[in-house]
Nanobody
Framework: QVQLVQSGGGSVQAGGSLTLSCATS????????IGWFRQAPGQEREFVAR?????????????FYADFVKGRFTIAKDNAKNTVYLQMNSLKPEDTAVYYC?????????????WGQGTQVTVSS
């Protein structure tokens, strides 16, 4: 069984930085995509960033970011630790949300297979 365990997050003032971690365990995949999503209170979950490890067109264009985080957030992986990070800089109050990482293991699947437990990010003005 695959598990995604998140860490990081917390509270920070506007302009500050936080790093979220998403550690995977249980199985390894040669081709996969890790996505970061967020959900603010009363709002729908939205896409933040993704990183795809695969040959061919599935990984084309990655890492890929939502427009509202471009230039501020960076997604990266540490293969030795089976961990994907989301480095968040220049944080804004509107970045406040619960952040989730998710894993999809095939380009032929339409939805993410596994999800992390979520971690709260709070940015104060």
């Amino acid at each position: 069984q695959v598990q995604l365990v998140q860490s990081g997050g917390g509270s920070v003032q506007a302009g500050g930085s936080l790093t979220l971690s998403c550690a995977t365990s249980g199985r390894t995949f040669s081709n996969y995509r890790i996505g970061w999503f967020r959900q603010a209170p009363g709002q729908e979950r939205e896409f933040v960033a993704r990183l795809t490890v695969a040959e061919g067109s599935w990984s084309r264009g990655d890492p890929f970011y939502a427009d509202f985080v471009k230039g501020r957030f960076t997604i990266a992986k540490d293969n030795a630790k089976n961990t994907v990070y989301l480095q968040m800089n220049s944080l804004k109050p509107e970045d406040t949300a619960v952040y989730y990482c998710a894993l999809i293991t095939s380009a032929y699947r339409s939805s993410y297979d596994f999800w992390g437990q979520g971690t709260q990010v709070t940015v104060s003005s």
